[in-house]
């Protein structure tokens, strides 16, 4: 320690200079070096002592040592304390100051943490009891600091900085800090600092920012001063000191511990996180908060990544970075991504960039400073895992296709159609593979790799979700590894010959991904997988069946066969062979060769063909063969492999193993496929019938016959027999055809008995009904074996068909055949001998001629016995040469057979002995014993269109009429099967006429519904008409007349066709017109015909017909007929209620007047529809009305309105428009309180129904004439659309305070509000409570005269009475005004808000919500204070302010109680108070600006704020005062205490000392000086600072 401050000393005297006397340094000099030399060495002798040095003379003989005396060492100690107290006070008081500075400059500081943050650390809260001030981030920031002083010195001390400390970068100012107290000792220290980090230059700090993020170290210089205590002496010294921190050098250790691709993000892209370990050299630590980073690679931005919360720290950071790696487009940024994902699951590491965006600490607002420096970050970072990821887990071939050829025996071509590949994706996002190319391996155990597949890029599914990738592969070569043939052919074998084969799948693939960034080629997906296939089995899993065999040609040697096999491939893959052969054998004997051409054996069932050389003649076995395969016998075979079964090596093992059992089926089709049986014409006189044989060829070879003979047995029963040499025009039948042969001759057994029996027994085989048979057969006096003898019951001939009997039997005819046939098959000749049984045997209609004819007489018989009647005859389509007919009717008594009786020529139909015409009809089938009913059409065709005309009148006027119906051999009967022809027939019809039409026209409605184009109003009926007749009428149409009370009034005639049906009613639509009538009589007869509709009665009219029509026109004969037609008393029915004409009635608009009478107010309106519902479609228009009306309201009559005669016009919708005014709205006595309610529904609501009900009298226009409707009736609901509270709100347009009493304030204001609906209402003076919401207490009253309430918007001039009986509500009211705040208010009406009584109720309904606005009153206009320099000390001051009076009335100030606020720039202080009651009240008119008398003011700024008052002319104040006023005259107004606030109010500063007063800023202004301002501003600053401080001095002196 005394050497550090011996050391110390000597450098403080080096460096004091001159001033020191030259001895004293020199003896302290000499002093301090021998001080050193006696600690360095042993203490000195006497020889070698100081004043020995300094001896002149020789040494006298030794006297006494000097030091042995006392009296030496009493005088050396007091000289040594001496000495030390002086150096000791030298060292305090005079070079303290330089060693402490010297020490300062020695020093160092390290920084051992240093962390930037920002928000304010705990001990930062508070600093000399008061809150910490915040910061502007953007511009400052908290620095927590650890930092270790060295080199200090050896006194201990205390360090008290001068703060702020200058922290300079580069030598450019970065900012300040604060630094705290702290201490030093033993030459060393710690300062911990918290302290807020201001910023002199955020854009020099950015790029500070940057290279402290990039370089490996960065030094800071600490500018200041410091105060330094130690020994009791305190110096004030230097700080300028270099400190030196490691910077973050880049962050060159990064690395990247996971990387996830958890999902797709929902705004595109796929979402990352990157578990990043961040590694900083640092001490100093950053609150980043949420930093954002671009991440890259090769240049490819793929996205922003983010992490929130990030504080770095030296050491490992630990940093989750979530974001979205960005849609690309561009094919080379893709293209890139793809090697980027390829190398990470291939195990390669990728190098990728991530680059600072922002950072933003409080994880929303970004700071700049920061953000800048944060964007020179740039991190090289590798991507990447140990080794490749495992995502083909599995692989399913699926069904392969496999195709070898002898050229290349050791590369057959592969098609996989389906390969399910098994994958997991070690990522979150979708994905799908649309392409996947392979390079493979196929391996075992034993061998290793023994081929390659190299599969090109292919169309693939993926499923992610199931981790399905779907491909195929197509004509792929699996190319044998050289040298690994054995172990291919072991491949081959293998798959021939086990049930199932494992091997491995190794290599890698490649694919094209579909991506929420992009199309992507993702490469490098390892695979080593294992996977089966199902084998053959030597292609015995299942039985080999043979299917058929066909014979296609013959050789001299051999026949040539097409063996046609279905063999079961159990394996999962087809295979193409080429060419294979097999040896064919039986019972172990070679009968030939068995040839497979370019064979392909699919999966599952194979059908082939198979050519095969077969010599049946070689051998017993192969005749046996032929013989059993013609007969239909199954025969076991077998085909079997050898070593030349294939010319393909890798396959020769595997085929030539093969050996297939199978059964080859025998013949299933008969050579004989039937024959055909023709009765000739004279068959019966020659025997011979006869007979085609069908042939039929089973093989492709084609076959020819040379000869036949044959016998034909039915059941051992001779039928005939055939013996026939057809050599030289032989069968010949083409392969796989059916030849029918030329007739061959048979000689018949014709036995009549024979002939039936075969008949009968083949009946009975068809299960066949014979009885008819043997009834048919006792009638012609047959007896054969079986017979019955039956009498003809009709019930036996029901649908019996003789004919059809007789060939439904022949189709049971089989017969045996006894054959021996030559037989060719190419050039292989044989004689072919068989028998075959059962062949079936045809016959036709031929067969029928064997049916003797016997029944001619007793058709005839039947037919004359029979009775013919009609039920109803219908006429069509007349014309005057004929119509159609309809003939509904009945023929009886037609015997025990049925049958169908048509007429071959038209019957003839007579009148009264005369011929009316000829008419044709249909056939008619009758029942046995019954006949039948018949309903056929025909042509009537008229003999005499004159009489057919009287024939109408008689008809349609009589009671009933006869025809004669005759026909002459032009009747046939078709029964049991037969037709017989040329029957005659004779009869007799009686029918019903049709009465006139009495009684039988009902009208059921009509409808009027239009102007007919030709006058008048078109008619449309709706009519029931009722035919007595039996004769119908289907008429083109038909015409009539109508009369009432024998005037015409209308013409009818059918709409289209006018149907009568026979003995039926029809429903008609008839149209026609009302005519016009000129007359009285006329208009009388029509207006009573509507009369009664109107009034629910029926009119009773006479109708006439007029003519009728066919298809062409009007018939002379019909017409004729319907002319004689007069039908009386047809009722024209009225309807059964009433109908309602005026089903509404609507005012669109109204006025109501209520000053001429509270229920009786006069009423109009402008706009007045009444529907009218005419209850036809003609056009009805109303020119005039009256009404007598009851309005309603709830179902209670309330009032009565006499609508005199107005006119109206009628739209046409039937619409009648009309108005009135000036009509009473005379409420009933006992309808008050209804019209009451009616009122206030109508104030409250949207919209009141009401009702209205009475009669109406209009005058009608029509097409027919004028019609008078009399005491139209009406009863119907309206409504009006109501006032709905005015929509519930009022709007103050202006207020104006005018005037006051000692009751209140009065405002004149405007208000304004809506009136939703089209009522217009007269309701004089009106008054409204004013409602204060914040109190729900009244504040007041508003009051209006002369009301009248339009529709729309109304404005109205309104006086308010502002009053509460809690009066400081008005004075609230009064601040709220006059400091341009809001008041919420509610105008309320009462019971007292109008006089009319039938409104009361209405108007206590209202409840209207508005706003009273105050007005920016600039109530103070300047303030002037005057103090003397010593209000520092004497608080007082005093005022004179300026006011205006904003309103329409005088106000005195009574009293004011105010606080003074300087608003200093922002920087606001309390500056006083005036609490000061006025001598007598200061009244300001309207208008008036004025200025008071002195106010006292109370200083309660403090000296220092005082001070800085000095020199400013004027500033600006804010007021907040409680005034009390009077509002109105001074005598009468209302008194008022209310609070009142103002802003920026001009204050002007007199300050004096010793009565003159200070310059200020404003004794400096010079209006008239254009000269520069700037060139003025240093002198100008001179002069005013001067003044500025000896006024203050003088002001301090004299204060004090």
């Not at 035919?1027 to 083109?1036: I, R, T």
């Not at 009786?1160 to 009444?1170: F, K, Q």
């Not at 019609?1267 to 659309?1281: A, H, Q, V």
């Not at 089209?1318 to 409602?1331: E, P, Q, Y």
Request: charged letters at 15%; glycine letters at 8%.
């Amino acid at each position: 320690m005394a050497g550090s401050f011996e050391d110390e000393a000597n450098r403080a005297l080096a460096i004091s200079g001159p001033d020191m006397h030259h001895e004293e340094q020199q003896g302290q000099h000499q002093y301090l070096a021998q001080s050193q030399h006696n600690n360095n060495n042993t203490p000195p002798s006497v020889e070698n002592s100081i004043m020995e040095e300094y001896s002149e003379k020789p040494p006298p003989p030794p006297p006494r040592r000097f030091y042995k005396q006392k009296k030496y060492w009493i005088i050396c100690s007091i000289i040594s304390v001496i000495i030390v107290i002086v150096v000791v006070l030298l060292v305090i008081y005079v070079f303290f100051p330089m060693i402490a500075q010297a020490l300062m400059n020695q020093s160092g500081i390290g920084v051992e943490s240093s962390d930037i943050t920002f928000q304010p650390p705990d001990n930062l809260s508070k600093r000399d009891g008061e809150q910490a001030q915040t910061l502007d981030m953007n511009e400052a920031f908290y620095m927590s600091m650890t930092s270790e002083m060295s080199n200090t010195g050896p006194f201990p001390a205390d360090l008290v900085f001068h703060n702020p400390i200058n922290v300079y970068y580069n030598d450019t100012l970065l900012g300040n800090i604060t630094l705290p107290d702290s201490k030093i000792a033993g030459g060393k220290g710690t300062l911990k600092a918290d302290t807020p980090f201001l910023i002199q230059n955020t854009t020099f700090f950015a790029a500070f920012a940057k290279e402290m993020l990039a370089n490996d170290e960065f030094k800071w210089k600490l500018k200041g001063k410091i105060d330094i205590t130690a020994l009791t002496r305190t110096a004030t010294v230097s700080l300028d000191k270099e400190v030196t921190i490691p910077g973050m050098g880049g962050f060159p250790e990064v690395s990247i511990q996971s990387f996830q691709l958890p999902g797709d993000d929902p705004n595109g892209g796929i979402k990352v996180e990157l578990g990043t370990i961040l590694t900083s050299p640092s001490p100093v630590g950053v609150q980043l908060g949420t930093i954002k980073m671009a991440i890259g690679y090769e240049g490819v931005d793929l996205g922003e990544v983010s992490a929130d919360d990030i504080t770095l720290v030296k050491g490992n950071n630990s940093i989750l970075l979530k974001g979205t790696l960005k849609p690309q487009s561009d094919p080379t940024n893709l293209e890139k991504v793809g090697v980027l994902f390829s190398n990470y699951v291939s195990g390669k590491m990728s190098q990728t960039s991530a680059v600072g965006v922002s950072a933003a600490p409080d994880g929303t607002n970004s700071i700049g400073w920061l953000s800048e420096g944060f964007q020179s970050v740039r991190l090289n970072v590798g991507l990447g895992v140990d080794k490749p990821l495992e995502i083909i887990k599995s692989v399913n071939m699926g069904y392969l296709d496999l195709s070898f050829s002898p050229d290349t025996p050791y590369a057959p071509v592969l098609s996989a159609p389906q390969i399910n590949a098994g994958f997991e994706i070690p990522f979150g996002f979708s994905l799908d593979i649309t392409e996947v190319k392979q390079d493979l391996q196929m391996a075992n155990k034993e061998t290793g790799s023994f081929a390659t597949i190299s599969a090109p890029f292919v169309p693939a599914q993926s499923n992610q979700e199931a981790g399905q990738l779907l491909f195929a592969m197509t004509n792929d070569t699996i190319q044998a590894i050289e040298g690994q043939e054995d172990a291919f052919d072991d491949y081959t074998f293998s798959l021939t010959a086990l049930e199932s084969y494992t091997f491995q799948v190794k290599g890698e693939a490649t694919t094209k991904t579909a991506t929420p960034i992009g199309n992507i080629t993702l490469g490098g997906i390892s695979l080593d997988v294992p996977t089966s296939l199902k084998g053959m089995q030597f292609l015995n899993s299942t039985p080999t069946i043979i299917n058929s065999l066909d014979v296609t040609g013959g050789e001299t040697n051999h026949m040539n066969l097409a063996i046609n096999v279905t063999m079961s491939n159990p394996s999962d893959f087809s295979i193409y062979t080429g060419d294979v052969s097999f040896d064919m054998k039986a019972e172990n004997t070679v009968l030939g060769s068995v040839t497979l051409g370019q064979l392909k054996l699919n999966r599952g069932d194979n059908t082939v063909v198979a050519t095969a050389a077969f010599d049946p003649k070689s051998s017993q076995v192969g005749q046996n063969l032929l013989s059993t395969f013609v007969m239909g016998k199954d025969n076991n075979v077998n085909i079997a492999g050898n070593e030349n079964s294939t010319p393909i090596k890798s396959l020769i093992g595997g085929l030539s193993q093969i050996s297939i059992d199978s059964k080859l089926p025998g013949l299933s089709s008969q050579l004989i496929q039937g024959s055909h049986l023709i009765v000739l014409n004279d068959t019966l006189e020659t025997g011979f019938v006869n007979v085609q044989v069908s042939i039929g060829n089973p093989f492709s070879a084609g076959l020819s016959i040379t000869s036949v003979k044959s016998s034909v047995t039915y059941q051992g029963m001779p039928v005939g027999n055939i013996d026939q040499d057809v050599s030289g025009s032989p069968i010949d039948i083409a392969g796989h055809s059916t030849v029918q042969s030329s007739p061959l001759q048979m000689k018949m057994n014709l036995e009549p008995a024979a002939v039936a029996m075969l008949l009968r027994d083949l009946a009975v085989k068809q299960n066949l009904d014979t009885r008819p048979l043997d009834a048919l057969l006792t009638m012609g006096g047959f007896h054969i074996k079986g017979q019955e003898n039956l009498a003809a019951d009709p019930a036996l001939f029901d649908g019996f068909d003789i004919s059809k009997f007789v060939m439904d039997a022949m189709k049971g005819l089989f017969v045996d055949l006894q054959l021996e046939s030559g037989l060719t098959i190419g050039q292989y000749v044989n004689t072919l001998q068989f028998a075959q049984s059962n062949v079936s045997c045809s016959t036709d209609e031929t067969v029928t001629k064997l049916i003797p004819v016997v029944g001619q007489p007793i058709v005839q018989q039947i037919v004359d016995g029979a009775d013919l009647t009609f039920e109803t005859v219908t006429l069509s389509e007349p014309t005057d040469n004929g119509f159609k007919v309809q003939m509904v009717g009945s023929i009886t008594n037609t015997g025990p057979m049925a049958a169908s009786i048509s007429f071959a020529k038209p019957l003839d139909v007579s009148w009264e002995g005369r011929e009316l015409g000829k008419v044709t009809m249909e056939t008619i089938k009758t029942q046995p014993n019954v006949g039948a009913k018949f309903n056929v059409s025909g042509e009537f065709s008229i003999a005499d269109a004159n009489y057919m005309g009287d024939f109408a009148v008689y008809m349609i006027n009589n009671e009933k009429f006869v025809w004669d119906i005759n026909s002459v051999e032009g009747v046939n009967v078709d029964a049991i099967g037969y037709v017989f022809t040329n029957i005659n027939m004779t009869k007799q019809v009686s029918l019903t006429g049709a009465k006139g039409f009495k009684d039988c026209v009902t009208i059921h409605s009509f409808d009027l519904p239009s102007n007919d184009p030709a006058g008048g109003i078109s008619l449309t009926l709706q009519v029931s008409i009722q035919n007595p007749s039996q004769v119908g009428f289907m008429l083109g149409g038909a015409g009539f007349e109508s009369y009432f009370k024998d005037i015409q009034i209308g013409i009818l005639a059918s709409d289209g066709a006018a149907n009568f049906p026979a003995v039926g009613a029809s429903d008609m639509v008839m149209k026609g017109r009302l005519i016009a009538q000129e007359s009285d009589e006329g208009i009388e007869a029509i207006t009573e015909v509507f009369a009664n509709y109107l009034t629910a009665k029926n009119s009773t009219l006479t109708v006439k017909g007029a003519s009728g029509s066919g298809p062409q026109g009007q018939v002379s004969w019909l017409t004729k007929g319907f002319q004689s037609l007069s039908i009386e008393n047809v009722t024209l029915p009225g309807p059964e209620v009433a109908p309602e004409l005026i089903p509404s009635i609507t005012l669109y608009d109204m006025e109501l007047d209520f000053t001429a009478g509270a229920y009786s107010p006069t009423s109009g309106s402008n706009l007045v529809n009444a529907q009218l519902k005419n209850p036809f479609g003609f056009p009805l228009g109303v020119s005039s009305l009256n009404m007598q009306v009851d309005a309603s309201y709830q179902n209670n009559r309330a009032a009565h309105l006499d609508v005199p005669d107005v006119q109206s016009t009628t739209d046409n919708n039937g619409l009648i428009t009309t108005a009135f005014k000036g009509v009473p709205f005379e409420v009933y006595d006992d309808g008050q309180k209804v019209f009451n309610s009616f009122t206030k529904a109508l104030t409250e609501g949207a919209s009141v129904t009401y009702g209205m009900k009475g009669i109406s009298n209009a005058q009608a226009e029509t097409a027919v004439g004028k019609l008078k409707l009399t005491d139209i009736p009406f009863d119907i609901e309206s409504s009006l659309g109501g006032f709905k509270n005015f929509d519930g709100k009022t709007t103050i347009l202006d207020m104006a305070v005018s005037g006051g009493s000692p009751e209140y304030i009065e405002v004149t204001t405007h208000v304004s509000f809506n009136n939703p609906s089209n009522i217009t209402i007269t309701v004089s003076d009106l008054s409204f409570d004013s409602i204060m919401n914040e109190h729900k207490t009244s504040v007041g009253t508003i009051d209006m005269k002369d009301v009248v309430i339009k529709p729309g918007n109304n404005t109205f001039e309104a006086m308010m009475q502002m009053k509460s009986q809690k009066k400081e509500l008005v004075d609230k009211m009064v601040s709220i005004y006059m400091t341009e705040s809001q008041a919420p208010l509610t105008i309320v009406g009462t019971q007292d808000s109008t006089d009319i009584a039938s409104l009361q109720d209405a108007l206590s309904t209202v409840r209207l919500d508005t706003t009273m606005n105050g007005i920016n009153s600039h109530l103070v206009e300047r303030a002037d204070v005057e103090a003397r320099a010593a209000v520092i000390f004497t608080k007082k001051a005093k005022t004179w302010v300026t006011l205006n009076n904003p309103l329409k009335t005088p106000y005195s100030i009574l009293k004011v109680s105010v606080e003074i606020e300087n608003q200093n720039n922002g920087k606001p202080y309390a500056m006083g108070t005036i609490d000061y009651e006025l001598p007598e009240p200061m009244v300001v008119n309207p208008g008036e600006q004025k200025r008071s008398g002195e106010w006292p003011v109370e200083v309660d700024a403090n000296a220092l704020e005082l001070l800085g008052l000095i020199g400013d002319g004027e500033i600006q104040i804010s007021l907040k005062q409680n005034v009390t006023v009077q509002v109105g005259d001074t005598d009468g107004g209302y008194s008022s205490y209310f609070y009142y606030y103002q802003t920026n109010v001009p204050c002007g500063l007199d300050i004096t000392l010793m009565g003159i007063s200070l310059p200020t800023d404003e004794d400096h202004k010079d209006k008239n000086d254009t000269s520069n301002p700037l060139e003025k501003t240093d002198s100008n600053a001179t002069d005013s600072a001067s003044t500025v401080v000896s006024g203050a001095k003088d002001a301090i002196a004299s204060a004090a």
